[in-house]
């Protein structure tokens, strides 16, 4: 059955969201932060991590006591090249475009700077902060570890996070290049939207105990909280796909979202202490390159621009009329969204009105009842 979405436009949802965290006691200026990010992700038809995962993650870890909505922070160390920040288990949004803006700072004075952050939270898209250096003419780098939910190669024990390792730099494109992913084959948020549209996950996405791939997300999601399954890391099951790659991609990310901080890593970042839960502890890590401490701006986005066209109109494979470059179908469907809105499941509304009416807010009348 195909499952009913509504367009709503993105200002809309941007402007719930932004109330929703201010209502929880968010300040302004950070639940401004939070909003953007998030829908940045819809924006650019990344569905698994916008509006859709406002409730679970964000919503319902501040009402348990899971995340902070304080914007304190703290700087631990810091050199002309370096910093060290606490998140306090605060918005890791807002902390993560603190500590990018300060990678970008210290770079362009000194050509290069990087910033690690720990006792954060989930901090949504990562390419998020790479795009904020790349509008800088930097080249932007970030990383973050996550709850376990991933198998080492030959192993069937969710072990570490889906940890991206994103890279963004600019273009003389409309948009920059920008590869955010997981080094898994999948993330938990996919498996998400994969579990509302009542659809089978692809086979080496998920493995279980027993060694065999799983395909139910519903049974999935709950597996992957028991210990009964695993996300796979990017390579999919085993050494023939080349499932090491990832899994080696994947180890790197955690230890530099861990080791750099002095904090928690893999089982550690379970949530969980004693039976109940606790904030996660996350760490991240930020690089910011000056492009111009080697060439001209404009020069790098010329020669970046042309590689990248090359690509695209490099033979095509039979049955397929485009090639695309990373970053290019995100900015397709901003352009497609702008016009038309963005989607939304049934579940989501739900959990849009059942938000809405526990914090009393005004002037969404219609959001949440499916119209």
């Not at 998030?38 to 406002?54: E, F, P, T, V």
């Not at 996070?161 to 992913?181: A, H, K, Q, S």
């Not at 499932?243 to 750099?260: F, N, P, Q, R």
């Not at 989607?343 to 005004?362: C, Y």
């Amino acid at each position: 059955m195909k499952n009913k979405m509504t367009m709503i436009a993105a200002d809309v949802l941007e402007k719930f969201m932004r109330d929703v965290f201010t209502a929880l006691g968010v300040n302004v200026a950070d639940a401004g932060v939070c909003a953007d990010v998030l829908i940045a992700a819809d924006k650019r038809g990344i569905d698994s991590h916008g509006i859709a995962r406002l409730k679970n993650i964000y919503y319902d870890r501040i009402k348990s006591g899971m995340q902070k909505t304080t914007g304190d922070f703290e700087i631990l160390k810091e050199s002309p090249t370096t910093a060290l920040l606490d998140g306090k288990d605060g918005m890791g949004h807002a902390i993560s475009k603190k500590a990018m803006d300060m990678a970008i700072k210290k770079a362009k004075e000194y050509g290069t700077a990087m910033v690690a952050v720990k006792n954060s939270t989930h901090y949504g898209i990562a390419g998020y902060f790479v795009m904020q250096a790349a509008e800088a003419d930097m080249i932007g780098i970030t990383g973050t570890n996550a709850r376990p939910s991933v198998a080492p190669t030959f192993g069937v024990e969710n072990m570490l996070g889906t940890n991206p390792l994103t890279i963004g730099l600019p273009t003389d494109e409309e948009f920059p290049f920008v590869i955010d992913c997981a080094t898994s084959m999948a993330q938990r948020g996919k498996v998400e939207t994969y579990n509302r549209l009542n659809k089978k996950l692809p086979e080496g996405w998920v493995i279980g105990g027993d060694g065999a791939a799983k395909t139910d997300a519903g049974s999935v999601l709950d597996d992957l909280v028991s210990g009964q399954a695993a996300l796979t890391p990017l390579g999919g099951i085993g050494e023939e796909t080349a499932g090491y790659k990832g899994y080696g991609y994947c180890t790197a990310v955690e230890i530099l979202s861990s080791a750099l901080q002095s904090g928690p890593f893999l089982k550690a970042l379970l949530g969980i202490k004693d039976g109940k839960k606790v904030p996660f502890h996350l760490g991240h890590f930020f690089i910011a390159i000056n492009i111009s401490s080697f060439v001209e701006p404009s020069v790098f986005r010329k020669t970046s621009g042309e590689i990248l066209r090359a690509l695209r109109s490099s033979k095509k494979a039979p049955g397929h009329d485009r090639i695309y470059t990373a970053g290019e179908k995100e900015h397709l469907s901003w352009l497609e969204r702008r016009e038309n809105g963005i989607p939304v499941t049934e579940k989501t509304l739900s959990e849009m009105k059942t938000m809405r009416d526990e914090l009393g807010l005004s002037g969404y009348d219609g959001i949440g009842d499916g119209s």
